[in-house]
C-alpha cells in the first residue's frame, strides 16, 4: 500500500441505544486524525441527548480549538472550568485559548495554574512561554 492508496474513513455514526461512551472514543479518534467537522456532528448529536457530559464537552473545545473557533473554545472551556476548577487539561486548554488570541494576562494564571497541578514539562513550557512573551512585549504608553 503506498502512500496515495491511504484514505482516511470515518466511522460510522453512533447507533441508537450506543451510550455516549461509544461517541466519546469515535469522537475523540476523529479529532486525533484531525477531522473535527466529522468529530463535531458526532459530538453535538451526542450532547443532545446527554448535554452535561463533561467529556464530550472537553471534545467539543478541543474541535473548536482545532477549527481556531477560539471564541466558542473559551466559553466551552470557561464553562468547565467554572465546573471543575482541578480539570487541569480544561485549564491548561483555556490557557492556550486564551494565549493564541494574544491575550497573554489572562492566559497565565490558567497556564501557571495547570502547570502546578499536572507537573507536567509541557504544561511549564507553555507557561515559561507566556511569561517570556509578557516580559518581552512592548510597553504601551
Known amino acids: 500500500m503506498t502512500d ?46 446527554d448535554p452535561r457530559n463533561t467529556g464530550l464537552r472537553c471534545l467539543r473545545a478541543w474541535a473548536f480549538m482545532i477549527r481556531a473557533q477560539l471564541q466558542k473554545a ?10 471543575t476548577p482541578d480539570d487541569v487539561w480544561s485549564r491548561h486548554a483555556l490557557g ?3 494565549e493564541r488570541q494574544s491575550r497573554l494576562e489572562e492566559a497565565l494564571p490558567h497556564l501557571r495554574m495547570a502547570a502546578v ?9 507553555a507557561m515559561l512561554r507566556v511569561e517570556r512573551l509578557l516580559l518581552t512585549r512592548p510597553q504601551n504608553g
Open 74 to 83: 473559551e466559553a466551552e472551556l470557561r464553562s468547565l472550568v467554572e465546573e
Open 4 to 49: 496515495n492508496d491511504f484514505q482516511l474513513t470515518a466511522p460510522a455514526i453512533v447507533f441508537p441505544g450506543q451510550g455516549p461512551e461509544s461517541a466519546y472514543r469515535t469522537a475523540y479518534d476523529l479529532l486525533a486524525r484531525r477531522a473535527p467537522n466529522e468529530a463535531l456532528d458526532l459530538i453535538e448529536q451526542a450532547l443532545a441527548h
Open 96 to 98: 492556550r485559548v486564551l
Open 117 to 125: 497541578m499536572s507537573g507536567d514539562i509541557e504544561h511549564e513550557l
